[in-house]
């Protein structure tokens, strides 16, 4: 190469731009647009016009791919993107090239070239091609098609003493478009990736003092490897050449071969946009932080945008679009969507404010479980008046399939009217940035005022009733939890009324509970009221345990002949309000159960832990007397060990009988469970409620399928006391056993036997003992250990002084027992788990 060819082809080296990529706006969160701007376009790819190449070289030429303008700080650019195509078999140099952009009158303007970066980018292997950019700032008023592209060759062999052939020229037809027309889709390279890239209608809604755009595109990797999304920037450009920059609220940074993406954007613009019309710009951008006014697209001193596509647009104007009274709505989020809904709003009124509470409800409907969004909502009154309101923070991630609710509440002034109140839903604000863009809005369904404490006033042709919902309780039952609601009517009237026959339906928290699924259970078995007298109900219902609620929203309607015909009330009952009593075995206040010509009362005695080999069982000895007048079965009776702390029931097994208890009689109920040994007695309470069956109160062993009147009875101490001598008396309540003497003794044919004397005395206030009490004895030789088992009261173990008894030792390692001593242990046993009584090393004790 000639010096002169080298001081050129240096020159031309040194024009080259350096590109390199900046990064997507992201966030975790997603955004809504009206259901009929959600669908994105998939129609056919849109491909500009065909330009025809220029010959290199017998087995090379060079394509213009696309043409494009770009407008940045008053100044218009021209870019063509161009591929050299080298089909020879040796490497093609592009050191051999250059370049110039004229105008149609001749104008020549400066070019420079990005994508041939280093030296080694200027060579075209055999066999491949190369792309790269060609970009000219040019005279604001000129078309494409007054612009051409014309290929030079260094030849320094001319004999007019130039070195600039022209090999060939791209002309632009007049009917030439870059940008992409609405309802198509276009392929954009990202290096040797293809995607595939489609919008959405542009959404454009008035949110206070400025307009909100907001619109979805469709991603999809045609390539064969994963494509990083980070280097691209979307923006909106309107006719007048402003850009805004468009934030993403998705976090998708690549994309794996022939993946998809929704991608949700938004942007704020002004007012004065009302007749503008829109193109989404994509672009590629290089260096730092850009500079200029607006939100735009511009370039700084270090700052480069490269354009890559643009696609016209169609604007909806949506200004106070909203979900319409129980209607559902779609939230994009993590590239799925989310059903939305109010699903209930109560409002409790007092003298200053309406208390509101909404029930929000999201339903994952995509594939996968996503991250629940930070969400921030407003209350909208009907002259646009917003209130803030108080949501718990999101936890967890939604399942596909499930629906979970979020608690809205607010309070609002009880002057206010909340005829046609929105709920405004944006996303939270990233920091130091004014990005909580509108999500959606909902028309807030109509609610009747209610409040805790209300009373309804009932009249029907029998009379004239006053309806009041009271206590309200919530009790486990297996995976499902029981909701137990009490209900009183009241005769007002003058004259003795018959009982209405009436359903309730009820709403938890905007989730319905239907009147079928409802048991009404009557206490105290009224049928007609005299003036003055009440009747009183327990509304019992099961929901899943996993439910969560916060209020209650109840309806009682009179049935005839099974359909409802009236409204008896409205009401609401709030769950906080759900808290069971408590009864210590210390106090003089005992749990009591009462139900049509029975009443019981049930007190704890004592609470013991036996170990066992992976769970403990714990055991409580319980009284359970009969208070009323008559000879009656009791109450059936369901039992858990409840763990507050943590909110953990345990069920328990609970002793009854079907023997009928006198008046003032008492029997010992025994209530058992196995649980994890972490527990110790001190941890638990035992949870009791009355047992119903089919809507009716239970009674003896009936078997419950519900229950009410829940309690908890406090657990006295654990008894843990070990005795160490042998003739130290035990207690065991009802009885008192102690060891008078032991020994252990062989006959000639080397058979061991254990040998003692006891008394067992019964203290027994109580007319059937229904936990029975067995202890085990434990004997221990060289090592070598054998037990034997007995039941208090009965058997070989009966009430008595000085009993003697014995067991044979079948154990052949034990033999020579009788020589010397061993160790003796009793324990009291209950399902295969023991507690240790006694250890006490024996010398035949005689």
């Known amino acids: 190469m000639t010096n002169k060819k080298r001081i050129i082809a240096t020159t031309l080296s040194l024009t080259l731009l350096v590109s390199t990529y900046g990064s997507i706006i992201n966030s975790n969160e997603a955004a809504a647009a009206p259901a009929k701007s959600q669908t994105v376009s998939n129609n056919a790819l849109f491909k500009a016009s065909d330009l025809k190449p220029v010959k290199l070289t017998s087995s090379s030429y060079l394509k213009v791919n696309d043409v494009q303008f770009y407008h940045v700080e008053g100044e218009k650019n021209v870019y063509f993107t161009v591929t050299v195509h080298n089909e020879g078999n040796r490497s093609l140099s592009l050191m051999d090239y250059w370049f110039s952009v004229r105008s149609t009158m001749g104008n020549k303007y400066p070019i420079q070239l990005m994508g041939l970066t280093e030296k080694k980018d200027n060579i075209v292997p055999a066999k491949s091609k190369k792309t790269f950019k060609i970009h000219a700032k040019v005279d604001s008023k000129l078309n494409l098609s007054d612009l051409k592209l014309s290929v030079i060759k260094w030849d320094f062999s001319m004999s007019n003493g130039g070195f600039e052939r022209v090999i060939g020229s791209v002309n632009i037809p007049k009917n030439y478009s870059y940008i992409t027309p609405v309802g198509k889709s276009r392929e954009i390279k990202q290096g040797p990736n293809t995607l595939v890239i489609s919008s959405s209608n542009l959404d454009l809604t008035n949110v206070g003092n400025h307009v909100q755009a907001s619109l979805t595109v469709n991603i999809k990797n045609t390539s064969n490897s994963a494509v990083n999304l980070e280097s691209l920037k979307f923006y909106l450009r309107t006719n007048t050449n402003r850009y805004y920059t468009l934030d993403s609220v998705q976090a998708k940074k690549s994309l794996l071969p022939g993946e998809s993406a929704q991608v949700k954007f938004y942007s704020k613009l002004p007012t004065d946009l009302k007749k503008a019309t829109y193109q989404l710009f994509i672009a590629e951008e290089s260096g730092a932080a850009p500079t200029g006014t607006g939100d735009g697209a511009g370039t700084g001193a270090s700052k480069a945008n490269l354009p890559v596509a643009y696609s016209h647009l169609k604007a909806n104007d949506t200004r106070g679009a909203v979900t319409l009274k129980g209607q559902s709505y779609k939230l994009l989020i993590d590239n799925q969507y989310v059903d939305t809904k109010i699903t209930n709003m109560m409002v409790d009124t007092n003298s200053e404010y309406h208390n509101v509470t909404i029930s929000y409800a999201m339903k994952n409907i995509g594939k996968s479980a996503i991250k629940k969004p930070k969400l921030q909502f407003e209350l909208l009154t009907n002259v646009d008046t917003s209130y803030p309101v108080q949501v718990g923070e999101p936890e967890g991630n939604l399942l596909p399939g499930v629906s979970e609710e979020a608690t809205i509440t607010a309070s609002i002034p009880a002057s206010v009217s909340l005829t046609n109140m929105k709920l405004a839903v944006k996303r939270v604000a990233d920091e130091d940035k004014s990005n909580d863009y509108l999500l959606a809005q909902y028309m807030v369904p109509d609610t009747t005022t209610i409040t805790t404490d209300s009373k309804a006033t009932y009249v029907n042709k029998q009379g004239t009733y006053e309806v009041t919902v009271g206590d309200f309780e919530r009790l486990p039952w297996d995976s499902k939890d029981i909701i137990n609601t009490s209900i009183k009517i009241k005769n007002t009237g003058k004259d003795t009324q018959p009982l209405p026959k009436f359903a309730m339906n009820a709403w938890l928290s905007g989730v319905k509970v239907d009147s079928k699924e409802i048991q009404m259970l009557q206490v105290d078995g009224a049928i007609g009221l005299k003036p003055g007298e009440s009747a009183q109900f327990i509304a019992t219902s099961k929901v899943s345990a996993s439910s969560k609620f916060d209020n209650a929203k109840i309806t009682l309607s009179e049935m005839l002949n099974d359909k409802p015909v009236s409204t008896m009330g409205n009401f609401m009952i709030k769950a906080v309000d759900a808290e069971l009593p408590s009864y210590d075995p210390a106090s003089t206040a005992y749990y009591t159960l009462k139900q049509p010509g029975v009443e019981a009362q049930m007190n704890v005695l004592e609470t013991s832990l036996y170990e066992g080999t992976n769970t403990n069982t714990i055991r409580t000895l319980v009284s359970y007397r009969n208070t009323g007048g008559r000879f009656a079965k009791m109450p059936q009776v369901v039992a858990y060990y409840y763990d507050a702390a943590n909110g953990v029931q345990i069920p328990a097994k609970i ?185 006490h090393r024996a010398y035949n004790v005689k």
Request: aromatic share 10%; hydrophobic share 35%; no cysteine.
């Open 655 to 839: 002793t009854l009988t079907d023997k009928e208890v006198t008046p003032d009689g008492v029997n010992l109920v025994g209530v058992t469970a196995d649980i994890p040994k972490k527990y110790k007695a001190s941890d638990l309470k035992i949870l009791v409620g009355q047992g119903i069956t089919e809507g009716k109160y239970a009674s003896g062993t009936q078997t419950a399928d519900s229950y009410v009147n829940g309690a908890l009875l406090i657990l006295g101490d654990n008894q843990t006391k070990v005795e160490d001598y042998i003739l130290d008396p035990i207690e065991l309540r009802p009885y008192t056993f102690k060891f008078n003497k032991v020994n252990a003794t062989e006959d000639t044919n080397g058979q061991s036997t254990f040998n003692f004397e006891y008394n067992l005395t019964e203290h027994n206030p109580f007319e059937e003992v229904l936990e029975k009490r067995k202890i085990l004895f434990e004997l221990e030789y060289n090592g070598n250990k054998f037990t034997k088992s007995f039941e208090l009261g009965e058997g070989n173990l009966a009430v008595g002084e000085k009993v003697p008894q014995s067991f044979t030792i079948d154990n052949p390692a034990m033999k020579g027992i009788g020589q010397s001593g061993f160790n003796l242990r009793l324990y009291e046993e209950v399902n295969g788990a023991k507690k240790l009584l006694l250890e």
